[in-house]
């Protein structure tokens, strides 16, 4: 799919919530069929899926035949899992993943008869000793006779103190077109993170600062702080 940090678990995310960023240009979850492979350090997957057209999204039936089809790469270089974030088991060599997907959808919006949707997505992710950085960055373009293209990225950082304490801090930014209500949606968010048992068993005190500002410049702002508790067997 699109997104690395939308197609990981819950469980094993660095922060409570997912970034703006990847809320905004994932896919879902949606009924398909794929395709994939690994050799040695490179792996590859080709899909179809439903589509979002009325009537569609995720987790729901097709109601025609536009789909969505989406070819993800990606290259790991070292010990890493790209869809465990934070360095939880603290690497001991450098490990570094990076991978790009390409979506294409036809979608069928009502108001006109079909939307064609090109969605764009390249992340890297390094860890190191306790330490990892992980970014994303992300354009889609929407053509239904005349094109809006959003882009936006977020990238994240955390550090181990010890085993069990983790210190955590994001930047998140989505930039709409000129057409869109939005002209930019954007997230400072930080957090500190105990784990009793890596990510099987952990608490999470997020703070987040959220800002969405319409194309006249008017800001609403948001401050938001959660504490979780997750444990998975």
Do not use: C
């Not at 969505?68 to 934070?86: F, H, Q, S």
């Not at 959808?105 to 997505?121: C, H, K, L, P, S």
């Amino acid at each position: 799919g699109i997104s690395r940090q939308n197609v990981a678990s819950d469980e094993t995310l660095q922060f409570a919530e997912r970034s703006v960023a990847s809320n905004e240009f994932n896919l879902g979850r949606q009924q398909g069929l794929g395709v994939g492979g690994d050799m040695d350090s490179l792996s590859w997957m080709a899909a179809v899926y439903n589509g979002h057209s009325i009537g569609e999204g995720q987790n729901a039936e097709g109601v025609d035949t536009n789909h969505t089809a989406v070819v993800n790469l990606r290259y790991n270089v070292g010990e890493i899992d790209p869809k465990v974030e934070g360095d939880i088991d603290n690497t001991g060599d450098h490990a570094f993943t990076i991978g790009a997907a390409y979506a294409y959808e036809e979608n069928d919006v009502g108001a006109v008869d079909e939307a064609e949707v090109d969605t764009i997505n390249v992340d890297v992710m390094y860890k190191y000793q306790g330490f990892s950085l992980a970014a994303e960055y992300y354009d889609r373009t929407v053509d239904t006779g005349s094109d809006v293209d959003n882009d936006g990225f977020y990238a994240q950082a955390g550090y181990f103190l010890n085993e069990d304490w983790e210190l955590a801090a994001r930047y998140s930014v989505v930039s709409y077109d000129d057409g869109e209500e939005l002209d930019e949606s954007s997230e400072w968010a930080g957090g500190v993170n105990y784990y009793w048992w890596k990510h099987q068993m952990k608490a999470q005190i997020n703070y987040y600062a959220l800002t969405d500002e319409d194309q006249s410049g008017n800001e609403v702002n948001t401050d938001k702080w959660m504490l979780q508790l997750s444990s998975w067997f």
